[in-house]
């Protein structure tokens, strides 16, 4: 089978697991293509008549990986206020101000106890970014 067609075929399939089950491959986050690959999740299924799909779809994934580059913490995005919707980087270069208005408040990803670390560490990088700016 040629690659077009190939490639054709794995943008049609869905994901079946996940938090992003029912959604396109073409679709994916690209964070979320780099878990599936790192930890080659759609593999799992042994059966010599899987092998083949596999290995196009393990072939597509990589090539949307090509231009791929990890998010930092100043790539998250803000869920509330005025610049909602907005990136923490962008703001940094709007309004150090707001940067430190939430920090203050501790307004940041959640309350949740789950994502005390990625606050922590969102709370560093925004820290880091400030004194750089001083």
Same mark, same amino acid.
């Given at each position: *089978? @040629? @690659?077009?067609?190939? $490639?054709? $075929?794995?943008?049609?399939?869905?994901?079946?697991?996940?938090?992003?089950?029912?959604?396109?491959? $073409?679709?994916? #986050?690209?964070?979320? +293509?780099?878990? +599936? +690959? #790192?930890?080659?999740?759609?593999?799992?299924?042994?059966?010599?008549?899987?092998?083949?799909?596999?290995?196009?779809?393990?072939? !597509?994934?990589?090539?949307?990986? /090509?231009?791929?580059?990890? %998010?930092?913490?100043?790539?998250?995005?803000?869920?509330?206020? &005025?610049?909602?919707? *907005? @990136?923490?980087?962008?703001?940094?270069?709007?309004?150090?101000?707001?940067?430190? !208005?939430?920090?203050? $408040?501790? =307004?940041?990803? @959640?309350? #949740?106890?789950?994502? &005390?670390?990625?606050?922590? %560490?969102? =709370?560093?990088?925004?820290? /880091?970014?400030? /004194?750089?700016?001083?």
């Amino acid at each position: *089978m @040629s @690659s077009k067609k190939i $490639k054709n $075929k794995c943008e049609t399939l869905y994901i079946l697991f996940g938090k992003h089950k029912g959604t396109l491959l $073409k679709d994916l #986050d690209l964070d979320y +293509v780099k878990y +599936v +690959v #790192d930890n080659n999740i759609y593999l799992k299924n042994e059966n010599e008549k899987y092998k083949e799909i596999n290995e196009e779809i393990h072939n !597509y994934l990589l090539d949307r990986l /090509q231009n791929y580059k990890p %998010k930092t913490y100043g790539d998250y995005v803000l869920k509330f206020g &005025k610049y909602k919707d *907005m @990136s923490y980087n962008e703001v940094l270069k709007i309004d150090c101000d707001y940067i430190r !208005y939430i920090l203050d $408040k501790n =307004i940041l990803i @959640s309350d #949740d106890e789950r994502y &005390k670390d990625k606050n922590n %560490k969102l =709370i560093d990088f925004l820290k /880091q970014q400030l /004194q750089k700016k001083e």
